[in-house]
């Protein structure tokens, strides 16, 4: 457990043991409440990387927290049949669990149903501030939904090769490496 959590459990033994001794069920009522507090709404800890990858079936959705408090989701799950969406089942209450109202970034590694789906969903429930992409454009269906979407939402496009780089997140530096259109990878 973090140090606040371990320093509430502590507080909360202790007046655990201040209202046994004194037979206080007023305190042991507070002792309880310091504890369920402690144990619901613990602070994330400051200073760290989180990365989460989320159980969305088939696809991905990695949840990355950065030390600064920038958000990346990369992929966003989906179901080929339409039969689930990941976003509103999985990801949206995992990031409220995290109390994450905005995206900085969304990653579409590629435009299959199993990556993309849970994106429109995503985009559709908080803003984002920037979707990159690895250069697909309008012409697959799903690719055409998420961009039209992302400009109505007034999320910056990116795509490579300008996404190519280091990108500078707080004291956090992103390295993208490919596609590169020159190298035979896009």
């Known amino acids: 457990p973090s140090s606040l959590v371990t320093i509430g459990l502590s507080v909360a033994v ?15 009522f507070v002792a309880a409440a310091v504890a369920l507090a402690t144990l619901i709404f ?16 088939q696809g ?16 966003g799950g989906g179901d080929w049949l339409g039969n689930k969406d990941p976003a509103k089942d999985i990801v949206i209450p995992y990031l409220s669990e995290r109390r994450i109202d905005h995206l900085d970034v969304v990653v579409l590694s590629h435009p299959h149903p199993d990556h993309l789906l849970g994106l429109l969903t995503l985009l559709d429930a908080m803003p984002v501030t920037e979707l990159w992409s690895s250069g697909y454009d ?31 997140y707080g004291s956090t530096l992103v390295q993208v490496l490919a596609p590169d259109a020159d190298d035979g990878t896009s």
Request: net charge positive; aromatic share 4%; proline share 9%.
């Open 60 to 75: 991905d959705c990695t949840v990355v927290e950065f030390p600064t408090h920038e958000v990346f989701v990369i992929d």
């Open 42 to 57: 613990p602070l994330p800890p400051k200073d760290v990387l989180h990365i989460a990858a989320l159980p969305v079936g």
């Open 138 to 168: 309008d012409t697959d269906p799903l690719m055409a939904r998420l961009l039209r979407l992302a400009r109505e939402k007034g999320t910056r496009l990116r795509t490579t090769p300008s996404l190519l780089g280091t990108h500078r």
């Open 14 to 28: 202790v007046v655990v043991l201040v209202g046994w001794r004194r037979r206080s069920a007023a305190l042991a």
